[in-house]
């Protein structure tokens, strides 16, 4: 199994950042894909940002793009989203996930979640 746990949510002023980190611990040997996702008040949960796991090929929705930036420490297994330039539509509970390389089409693994809220 694999645990997830997102931090680093909190209360921003549009236009400010924060960095959200997701420790990954467990049996980390069967993740290919790790992601971001958020769910947003009214609304179902959407994709955000994606990499492999070694760091490499990151994906971003169109919204994100060129504000968002994912990555990884390889060294604390731990992964972050950077979130620069932050509006308030981007306010959501923020998710961590991850791919089992068994089911390569399906996000396996997720965190709690952790607020983010964008005040204008």
């Known amino acids: 199994q694999v645990q997830l746990v997102e931090s680093g949510g909190g209360l921003v002023q549009a236009g400010g950042s924060l960095r959200l980190s997701c420790a990954v611990s467990?049996?980390?040997?069967?993740?290919?894909?790790m992601g971001w996702f958020r769910q947003a008040p009214g609304k179902e949960r959407a994709f955000v940002a994606r990499?492999?796991?070694?760091?490499?090929?990151?994906r971003y929705v169109d919204s994100v793009k060129g504000r968002f930036a994912i990555s990884r420490d390889n060294t604390k297994n731990t992964m972050y989203l950077q979130m620069n330039s932050l509006k308030p539509e981007d306010t959501a509970v923020y998710y961590c996930?991850?791919?089992?390389?068994?089911?390569?089409?399906?996000?396996?693994?997720w965190g709690q979640g952790t607020q983010v809220t964008v005040s204008s």
């Open positions: 990499m492999t796991w070694s760091g490499g090929s990151p």
């Open positions: 996930t991850a791919v089992n390389r068994g089911s390569p089409n399906t996000w396996d693994y």
């Open positions: 467990g049996r980390t040997v069967s993740i290919s894909s």
